[in-house]
């Protein structure tokens, strides 16, 4: 029968499912349907190792769980992530440059710094942004001990 769904076992609870449903309805597993499901997106980590970590990790996409990957390494690059260099939606490391940035040098719509923060709103001791929260600061609206420029008094 043409536009009929073939229902094929889910394979974490063997519930019922559409051969092209996203998430079981029973047991919420993603992509119920695939016999294995390795997630979804892309993974690279290198072959150099330090401190029992990659050098350089790239992560994007979903995991085995279901859950955004982390890249994690000295060179980190995803959505998510941490490490020396850390570049990603949302970014921590040494030094860190994402839309929501932490760090010891941080660049980011958000950005916190322990010494160098640059940014839409960044907060650091030396904070340079829109508005800019710091021992030194400046920017459009700047609050700090001295202020390097601001537009506002």
């Known amino acids: 029968m043409p536009g009929r769904m073939e ?9 019922p499912v559409g051969a092209e449903a996203a ?10 349907a695939q016999r294995e499901w390795a ?6 980590k ?6 029992g970590g990659p050098v350089v990790h790239i992560a994007f996409g979903n995991g085995r769980d279901g859950r955004p990957r ?19 939606i949302i970014a921590g490391g040494f030094v860190s440059l ?18 160098v923060a640059l940014g839409v709103n960044a907060v650091a001791p030396l904070a340079i942004g ?4 710091g021992y030194t600061a400046g920017g459009v609206t700047a609050v700090g001990w001295k202020i390097l420029f601001s537009v506002t008094k």
């Open 7 to 15: 229902n094929i076992p889910c394979r974490e609870c063997h519930a």
């Open 23 to 32: 998430v079981c309805p029973q047991c919420g597993a993603p992509r119920p």
């Open 39 to 44: 997630g979804e997106g892309y993974e690279w």
């Open 46 to 51: 290198s072959k150099w190792q330090w401190m």
């Open 70 to 88: 982390t890249a994690r390494g000295v060179i980190a690059i995803g959505q998510r992530a941490v490490g020396g260099v850390a570049i990603g």
């Open 98 to 115: 994402g839309i929501i940035s932490a760090g010891v040098f941080s660049l980011g719509v958000v950005s916190v710094g322990a010494l």
């Open 130 to 133: 829109v508005v800019a929260v």
